[in-house]
Each structure stands twice: as C-alpha cells, then as structure tokens.
C-alpha cells in the first residue's frame, strides 16, 4: 500500500476545489494499492481557501521554525501545514507505508521544487512541508 495526493486520485480537495486526476493515481486507487491523502484538509483548512506558499524558505525549513505557510491574504497557515503532516506521517508509519506519490509544486505535497512565495507562479527549490517530513523518516516521494 502507498499514500498518494487525494488530489491525482480526483478529489476535489485543491485550494479552489478542483482536482488534477492522475491516470495512473487512478489506476491504483480501483486496485486498492492506493489510500488517498490531502496533507492541507488533514490539517483542517476549509475547501475551497486562499492558495498558499512557503515564505522564508522551504518545508523543511518550516519543520525547523524559519519559514512560514501563508496564503494570498497574508494569513499564516504554518500550524495547519504542520499538524497536516504529521497526521499523514502518522498514518503512514502505523501502514508501514515506503513510499508516496505526491502533487508536484504543492506547499505541502511538493518534491523537489515548491512554488516560491511571491504568487506569481513562479518556482524554487525545495519541498513542501509534508513532504518534507516523510523524507525525515526515510519514506520515498515520488512527484507527479
Ligand atoms: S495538499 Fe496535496 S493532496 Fe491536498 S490538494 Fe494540495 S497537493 Fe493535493
């Protein structure tokens, strides 16, 4: 069994409500080789919400305290990024789960670039903040 983003799985968890199925994702949550996963409704933001960004950093650097989740209003939504993450870590060592696919890009879900926290569309390097502490505990991301 893998975690993957609810999200690639068709659930309309995204900031606006939408979702981005993933065939694959799909392929997998028929099967049952996949349980769906939204590290941002885990840590109870409302559906649809402002988008969000990591400012000062990376998910990492958020695990540590030196950067922020705020969304496009300016809110800081660090503590419901945090408390997401470590609900979907919880889940996924009491599932002895390896491995995920996540959505790329996300503040929470994303692997290697995050978008960069000026709104724009723009891209930096990094993780997301779930991501980033399933890396902790040695579990592989894949990024879709
Ligand atoms: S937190 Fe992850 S699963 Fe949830 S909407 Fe964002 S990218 Fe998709």
Redesign the pocket.
């Known amino acids: 069994m893998i975690l993957v983003?609810?999200?690639?799985a068709g659930h309309q968890?995204?900031?606006d409500g939408s979702s981005c199925p993933d065939p694959e994702v799909l392929e997998m949550i028929k099967s049952f080789r996949a349980l769906p996963?939204?590290?941002?409704?885990y840590g109870i933001l409302p559906i649809p919400r402002f988008p969000s960004e990591i400012v000062g950093g990376n998910g990492e650097n958020v695990l540590d305290g030196s950067a922020w989740v705020v969304d496009s209003r300016g809110n800081d939504v660090t503590s419901n990024y945090v408390e997401g993450a470590v609900k979907v870590l919880k889940l996924a060592l009491s599932m002895d789960v390896q491995k995920v696919i996540?959505?790329r890009y996300?503040p929470?879900?994303g692997c290697g670039f995050i978008y960069d926290g000026t709104f724009r569309n723009r891209l930096k390097i990094g993780d997301g903040v779930c991501s980033a502490l399933l890396k902790r505990n040695n579990i592989i991301i894949e990024s879709k």
């Open positions: 983003s609810a999200c690639l968890c995204r900031y996963v939204c590290p941002e409704e996540f959505k996300s929470a879900c």
